[in-house]
């Protein structure tokens, strides 16, 4: 068996102990003599499970008691709409700040269920950096107040948390989350997609203020009102059973190997340094964010040539360095670095680039 470095931006690598784990349990998961994906999600089997992936999301994130996690399906773009249903329901009015693609997405989703304001983008220099925000120009009367903490696509992350008072702060943290220790107490809702940091893909994970459920708009499907998942602890229908699974393996790493999110993050800053530095010196390579708003994630790079980073993209992948290429948006490179890259991952992917540098410079 030969394993490549896998650099997708999402779906993308997970723990190898993860997926051992779950090769050995796949026959019958401890002595249930049937594979997690075949059990009822009404079960008590799985009902462990559940538990066990809320309560050790809980600990890690250290989320608040009135704080509700709920496990639905639909990906980070049914919370797009999701959000806005749910949380537009006194002025009707957002604010977004729009660093990308995803937010782009989200701003222009709301906009069909009330007012969506931009308050800031980065859209002229290709969203390259967070913009520098300004609290006087927020509404107080907006109903939330959204931000995309990493972006994905771009690789930047906003180095602080935008200052909103009393309106609630709605983050999509699909790429970061699990990355480092987040403050949940700052934010009125979180959302992400499993698949870039928590397990496969079908797992959306939703962490929300209870006092913000309960008030949907009129018409709202029943599959969408956060209340309904959350007073029947995502069990409403059959919620995504073995992609929950895999989380809570995840979660699992990160709580007994790996030891918490402060470690978590302290080996997400060597990965991320030592390719950051390496690009800082390069004479070939250049990343393409400003350093104040880089993620820890996503390191977007270019030579500069087309052509090369063509044959970079090439080279790398015949010798196992895989999903390198960057979002059409943006172009050259990208190495998605999230939690389960292993750091050797990284200095051989930086060795290789030397490597490269020196033949092509
Ligand atoms: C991948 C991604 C999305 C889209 O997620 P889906 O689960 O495919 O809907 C949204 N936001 C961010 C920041 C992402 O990285």
Known sequence: ?????NFSAGPSVLPECVLRTAAEEMLDYQGSGQSVMEMSHRSKVYESIIQACEASLRQVLSIPENYKVLFLQGGASTQFAMVPLNLMNRSKKADFVLTGQWAKKAYSEA????????????????????????PASFDPEADYFHI????????????????????PLVADVSSCILSEPLDISRFGLLYAGAQKNMGP??????????????HPQEGTPTMLDYKIHAENGSMYNTPPTYAIYICKLVLDWIQNEIGGLEKMKALNEEKAGLLYSFLDGSALFKGTVDPDSRSLMNIPFVTGNEELDKKFIKEAEAAGFINLKGHRSVGGMRASIYNAMPIAGVEQLVAFMKEFEAKNA
């Open 111 to 134: 906009g069909k269920f009330g007012t969506a304001r931009a308050v800031a983008s980065s859209a002229d220099r290709t969203f390259a950096y967070i913009p520098r925000l300004d």
């Open 1 to 5: 068996m030969s394993r490549v470095y």
């Open 201 to 214: 893909a079908g797992l959306t994970v939703v962490i929300v203020r209870e006092d913000l459920i309960g």
């Open 148 to 167: 995309c903490l990493n972006n994905t696509i771009y690789g930047t992350k906003f180095p602080t948390l935008p200052e909103t008072g009393s309106v």
